[in-house]
């Protein structure tokens, strides 16, 4: 028996990439930038709103440290890649011609 003939036809549902309702690839770099951009901002939007609430007195503590620590670890991440960019740039500036 020839291995072929063992394997057979691919099992599509193994072969495709699993669908999430309402989330889209980003075909850019641009797009993957922009997204990342704009969730920032949203998750920094929602520590503030978080934060208004508890000056307020209308959100639970636990709920506004979990916001607030997301918002901090999104800024840290941003600023990491941030900093990859930059020094990976510096390194292509830094190649001969």
């Known amino acids: 028996m020839a291995a072929a003939n063992l394997v057979g036809t691919p099992n599509p549902a193994l072969t495709q ?13 641009g797009q993957l930038i922009r997204g990342s951009i704009q969730q920032t901002i949203d998750i920094t939007k929602q520590s503030e709103n978080m934060s208004m609430g ?7 503590m636990r709920d506004l440290v979990m916001a ?6 999104t800024l840290q991440t941003v600023v990491t890649v ?9 390194e292509i ?5």
Do not use: C, F
């Not at 309702?21 to 075909?27: E, M, S, V």
């Not at 941030?82 to 510096?90: F, G, L, S, T, W």
């Not at 500036?93 to 011609?97: A, F, R, T």
């Open 17 to 29: 990439a699993p669908v999430v309702p309402g989330l889209t690839a980003p075909n850019t770099l």
């Open 54 to 60: 508890a000056i307020a007195g209308q959100t639970d």
């Open 68 to 73: 607030v620590a997301n918002a901090e670890l």
């Open 82 to 90: 941030r900093d990859k960019v930059i020094n990976a740039y510096n």
């Open 93 to 97: 500036i830094k190649m001969p011609l």
